[in-house]
């Protein structure tokens, strides 16, 4: 496998899981979630499963698949467990082996922002460093969402991460150009507002995206 794309966003709620499903169906990359915390409603690899169309992507199981809906570092106290770098990179490994495709590609989406804690000492920005990921920045409007957008591209810049560019999504006033301008990042594209998420607006979405996206790996 020859590329990994790693999802963030600016935070929580942002749209992630949507992004991370067009971006695989863009690509027809293979999806992983290495942290899901909060089982209730389903997860997000469950969702991404019965949202891509295409037959290439595989679906790879969580590293870990947490009940309470908080910061890793805290579902994972509540289980008594530690979340471990070394785990999720030794399933990383493992991942990449099962990619028969030199060409292939695997989306990572991340569990909230870049600085959401996985233990005491490490946070989600190491595991993108030790998975050795390029990055896509998901931003969405709402009030502060301008400074949150620039201090994780500020934060990914001072740790020296390559970024791809940002994909914006829901309703925007007029600032994506200036976020895109003051961050030095491209951007990659927007995803109108749907209440419907659905298949048939992945696979849209993904059709529209196809391009730009294809220029990144």
């Known amino acids: 496998m020859s590329q990994s794309i790693f999802i963030t966003g600016i935070g929580t709620s942002v749209g992630k899981t949507l992004v991370s499903a067009i971006v695989a169906e863009a690509l027809e990359a293979d999806y992983w979630k290495p942290i899901q915390a909060g089982i209730e409603n389903g997860t997000d690899t469950e969702w991404v499963h ?5 037959s290439k992507t595989r679906i790879h199981p969580e590293s870990y698949k ?3 809906p908080a910061s890793p570092h805290l579902a994972a106290q509540k289980e008594g467990i530690s979340i471990t770098l070394d785990k999720i990179y030794s399933d990383y490994t493992k991942i990449i ?4 495709d030199p060409g292939g590609c695997l989306v990572i989406e991340g569990a909230g922002g870049l600085m959401v804690p996985l233990n005491q000492n490490e946070f989600v920005i190491d595991m993108v460093q030790k998975l050795g990921c390029k990055l896509i920045i998901v931003s969405r409007n709402y009030l502060g969402s301008i400074n949150h957008s620039l201090l994780t ?3 990914a810049t001072q740790r020296g991460i390559p970024v791809c560019g940002w994909i914006f999504n829901d309703h925007f006033l ?3 150009h200036d976020i895109v301008a003051w961050s030095g990042y491209s951007l990659l594209g927007a995803i109108p507002f749907t209440s419907h998420p659905d298949k048939a607006f992945v696979r849209q979405q993904a059709a529209l995206l196809r391009a730009q996206l294809v220029n990144i790996i």
């Open 50 to 54: 019965s949202s891509v169309s295409n």
């Open 174 to 176: 007029n600032y994506e």
């Open 153 to 155: 591209a500020l934060a």
């Open 97 to 100: 082996s099962y990619q028969n």
């Open 66 to 68: 947490l009940q309470f």
